[in-house]
């Protein structure tokens, strides 16, 4: 999946709107608490303006449902931005518009401008023809470099791009790559590790990845979904029940289950943990315990290609956070390609200090689960092909 790149642009004295993904968590003074995506976004800004480009970027913030709301304004971000690039970068307090036209339009050559945030218009999510037609009027060309947003087909990601010579960022072509490597060629044997709550986000997933992985180690609160569809106890275990029968239909010899657990009675780090090879009543699986530990190594010990996706334990408290240590750990040791796909697995091995040990760490989790089902998102599909 080759497509147009921002390297492969003329940008030079042109506007390029770009779309970024600059949903950053906030603290309730409006000040940033992580600023990680707005450093992601870096290469693709730096080489606009080392290339004389006149950048107009834009992105949405958080869910003000269509209206102009104070609370998601983008100008803490213009203001972080600014300080990390250590230059001026103009806050537009609108997206589109005649005054946001006027602002954008007196850019120089190798200026900065951030937008206003484009959900404060309903047209954005309903990728309506007449706000595409506005935001488009605020650049020449025009950069996806938001891979995290790609499966939206929104005014910001779609629209413009039908209406403007449309190019990947070095964030979305670094995806692409990543991802699109793995299903298309990836090195063997390739295994899989699903965990998170629940099998019913990753069907899809499932279903493509038993196609071409070798094997899939499945963790999480999903797994307990698995074990009672098998017929096995799993206590007070969190499952889903209208997902069983689809359950018993992807159990397959690729999928790999625990067969030990660390349960306790509550969902609290206080709560005593113990290690138990069926779970009783009255206890709930939140990690897997060690003899799944030692059987998932030996199996990623002897992988080329590595994908994972979803905690296999309740990782945030420190006496269910081993089994996915243990695998972060043995990632960051391995020669395979390692691909953590983004969510609260990126945070994970962020947390404990290895995501530079890994190969590629995606900045979608909804986007990359998507993709490793074989959807083609439809952020991705707008862009010009190379």
């Known amino acids: 999946m080759k497509k147009l790149t921002l390297a492969q642009l003329d940008v030079a004295g042109r506007r390029v709107l770009m779309r970024v993904d600059f949903n950053v968590p906030q603290d309730d003074a409006g000040g940033i608490t992580d600023d ?3 450093r992601a976004s870096l290469p693709a800004i730096t080489e606009v303006i080392r290339r004389n480009g006149r950048l107009v970027l834009c992105s949405h913030l958080g869910r003000p449902k269509g209206k102009k709301d104070p609370a998601f304004t983008l100008a803490p971000v213009a ?3 600014a300080e990390l690039l250590e230059r001026p970068v103009v806050f537009v307090t609108d997206c589109v518009g005649a005054e946001a036209e006027k602002v954008v339009g007196a850019l120089g050559d190798g200026e900065v401008a951030l937008l ?3 959900r404060y218009y309903p047209g954005e999510e309903k990728n309506d023809p007449a706000f595409t037609a506005q935001l488009a009027r605020m650049g020449d060309v025009f950069v996806n470099d938001a891979f995290g947003s790609s499966h939206r087909a929104h005014a910001s990601t779609v629209g413009v791009a039908g209406k403007l010579r449309a190019a990947a960022g070095p964030l979305m072509d670094r995806e692409l790559r990543a991802l699109g490597g793995l299903l298309e060629s990836p ?3 390739f295994v899989a590790i699903l965990g998170g709550a629940k099998v019913s986000d990753k ?7 038993t196609k071409i992985c070798d094997h899939i180690l499945i963790g999480g609160g999903m797994a307990y979904t698995f074990l009672k569809a098998k017929g096995e106890p799993i206590g007070t275990s969190i499952f889903e029940a209208e997902t069983l029968e689809v359950a018993k239909r992807l159990a397959g010899p690729k999928l790999v289950l625990p067969v030990d657990h660390v349960v306790a009675e509550k969902f609290d780090a206080n709560s005593p943990a113990t290690v138990v090879s069926r779970i ?3 206890r709930m699986g939140l990690d897997i315990g060690p003899e799944t530990i030692s059987k998932f190594l030996g199996i990623l010990r002897g992988a080329a290609t590595v994908v994972w996706n979803g905690p296999v334990g309740v990782f945030e408290m420190a006496p269910f956070a081993k089994g996915t240590r243990a695998l972060a750990d043995c990632l960051a040791g391995l020669k395979a390609t390692t691909v953590i796909g983004g969510g609260d697995t990126a945070a994970a091995v962020a947390e404990f200090g290895l ?3 890994m190969t590629h760490v995606s900045t979608g989790g909804g986007a990359s689960l998507e993709f490793l089902e074989g959807t083609v998102l439809p952020g991705v599909a707008a862009l010009a092909d190379a």
Do not use: H, Q
Request: glycine letters at 12%.
């Open 36 to 38: 990680t995506r707005i």
């Open 79 to 81: 203001k972080r931005l």
């Open 116 to 118: 206003e945030n484009v």
């Open 187 to 189: 090195g063997r044997p």
């Open 203 to 209: 069907i899809g997933v499932i279903e493509n990845l």
């Open 280 to 282: 009783p009543d009255g």
């Open 355 to 357: 995501a530079d040990r």
